[in-house]
């Protein structure tokens, strides 16, 4: 399952996909932002961060358009790929539910997936590290600079 240093490289229609893919997140950011709230330089609000991502993010499609037909760097997606797919997509789970069920529940599944399935760590390291982790991150954010996300205690 790990990434050989032979891996095909890409063709120009998965370049072509990804400058695609990379610039549509980089527009959907920027108007997410702009509902946010943009701010100014001088008093910037909720949404400077994501403005400025996804700038960056369309900045980069850009790069990536121009250069998609070059076949340097990227690398064909193989079976070998799955683990990036799944942390996309249990990433999206975790984003869609954390509004409803507060963060602690999401966080420690996705821990344990990530650890046990992807990490392919032992369950006695993913049983110590998840609680752990999630526990590190509601002290961080919760207690500590009293973030407010969505939390169950």
Do not use: K
């Amino acid at each position: 399952m790990d990434d050989a240093p032979g891996a095909p490289p890409a063709g120009p229609l998965t370049g072509l996909a990804l400058a695609v893919g990379v610039t549509a997140l980089g527009v959907a950011t920027v108007i997410g932002s702009l509902a946010l709230g943009a701010g100014t330089p001088a008093r910037p609000d909720s949404g400077t961060w994501p403005l400025l991502v996804g700038l960056a993010l369309c900045a980069l499609g850009a790069v990536l358009a121009v250069r998609f037909r070059r076949p340097d760097g990227a690398e064909a997606f193989t079976r070998a790929s799955w683990p990036v797919a799944a942390g996309l997509a249990t990433t999206a789970g975790f984003v869609s539910v954390i509004g409803t069920i507060g963060f602690e529940v999401p966080s420690f599944a996705l821990m344990v997936f990530w650890l046990r399935v992807l990490g392919r760590e032992s369950w006695r390291s993913t049983l110590l590290v998840a609680p752990a982790a999630v526990a590190a991150l509601y002290l961080v954010f919760v207690a500590a600079l009293a973030v407010p996300i969505p939390h169950l205690l």
